[in-house]
């Protein structure tokens, strides 16, 4: 994930030695050939009562001799990292919350629940572990929307408003999502309004590292706004549960400008690209003295983007306003990957990794939703 790139980026450019470490499956990742990257290794993917992911990692880490790790990871993985936690805690320091913190805060009902007891705002969430209670449930003048608790890559985008029409249209739908006892969704108010999203790095407590966007479309473009409300929220919220680690949130602001978190995920944002020229990253990670505390994007770092995106944009616009649209944000902003002083991880992630997973994909006569170069994969069904 181009995330991971960059914190590597940072952290060798603030005189580090970095290692490197991905699941199995993406061993062709274009950025173990950074020139950021000291060693690279692969892994096993973590699974559920099995040891060896955990293992894998504390060999490294005792390899190595690594004093800090600090994971970049998909939805599946933040969990498991918490459960090694405790093991890799022994030999180094490990930057990223416990077991309980990492459920409460993938647990959308749980942290909308958490917000309101700190008198932040918060959508209105009702837990759901059956359908019935969808067709149960006494809608008022809101709309609401359904959402997998755990991630879901592909009903994530389903936004379908709720009510429908009627009992038979509303039972129709539930039909088509996996909810359980053992799969639990909520039913969450919609609140229309500009969404945004941040990304902050916390220590006991304190915001080290914080930087918001508005939110784009699959979330490849990233231009810092400086906003002081959702910062607040943001610093009141970590403070309370004196966090350390890396979170980020999905933020709604109404037109009468109150903020909304809508989704909390507690690990990495890709939105850490906007920080691609700021030096003192690792200082803020690493909990080390800051002029300013928390650091933000500097003034003069560009927008970040990726190219084969933005160029796919171009190609298909349906209008020359739109084909200036995407030519904008090409010419005002920077690509997140490519960096001319270290430039194999452009050339490999685009030419290497993503054509490598497209042909397993085709030989093994498997689907997938669409190509994110940001996060270097195929979104897949079922994926991670």
Not at 40 to 57: C, G, H, M, V
Not at 336 to 359: E, G, K, N, R, Y
């Amino acid at each position: 994930m181009t995330k991971a790139l960059q914190l590597a980026r940072s952290f060798y450019a603030a005189g580090h030695s970095v290692v490197l470490i991905e699941t199995q499956k993406y061993w062709l990742t274009g950025h173990r050939f950074s020139s950021s990257v000291d060693r690279f290794y692969t892994i096993p993917a973590p699974k559920p009562d099995s040891e060896a992911f955990t293992q894998a990692l504390l060999d490294i880490v005792q390899r190595e001799k690594i004093d800090v790790v600090v994971p970049v990871t998909s939805p599946v993985e933040s969990y498991y990292c918490s459960l090694a936690k405790p093991v890799l805690s022994k030999h180094c320091e490990v930057f990223h919350f416990d077991v309980g913190i990492t459920q409460l805060l993938d647990d959308k009902f749980e942290l909308s629940e958490k917000a309101r007891s700190l008198n932040l705002t918060a959508p209105k969430t009702v837990r759901i572990t059956d359908p019935q209670q969808v067709l149960d449930f006494e809608f008022d003048s809101s709309q609401y929307i359904l959402k997998s608790i755990a991630y879901d890559s592909v009903h994530r985008l389903d936004m379908t408003k709720y009510p429908l029409e009627s009992k038979e249209a509303m039972a129709a739908h539930l039909a088509t999502l996996p909810i359980s006892e053992e799969s639990p969704w909520i039913l969450q108010e919609f609140i229309t309004g500009q969404e945004y999203c941040t990304h902050s790095t916390v220590r006991n407590g304190e915001v080290r590292l914080h930087c918001c966007a508005k939110s784009s479309a699959f979330q490849v473009n990233y231009e810092q706004v400086e906003h002081p409300a959702i910062q607040a929220w943001v610093t009141t919220f970590v403070k309370a549960l004196n966090l350390s680690g890396q979170i980020s949130f999905d933020f709604i602001e109404r037109s009468t400008g109150e903020v909304y978190a809508i989704e909390c995920n507690p690990r990495m944002h890709s939105a850490i690209t906007m920080f691609y020229n700021h030096p003192d990253v690792a200082k803020a990670y690493l909990g080390e003295p800051l002029a300013v505390e928390p650091i933000q994007p500097l003034p003069n770092s560009k927008p970040t983007y990726w190219t084969y995106h933005e160029v796919w944009r171009l190609v298909t616009a349906r209008s020359w306003s739109k084909f200036q649209e995407r030519l904008s944000v090409i010419l005002r902003g920077k690509d997140a990957i490519l960096q001319v002083s270290d430039p194999i991880p452009f050339l490999m992630v685009h030419h290497w990794q993503i054509p490598l997973l497209l042909l397993n994909n085709l030989r093994k006569l498997k689907g997938w939703i669409r190509i994110d170069f940001n996060i270097g994969k195929l979104v897949e069904p079922g994926g991670d």
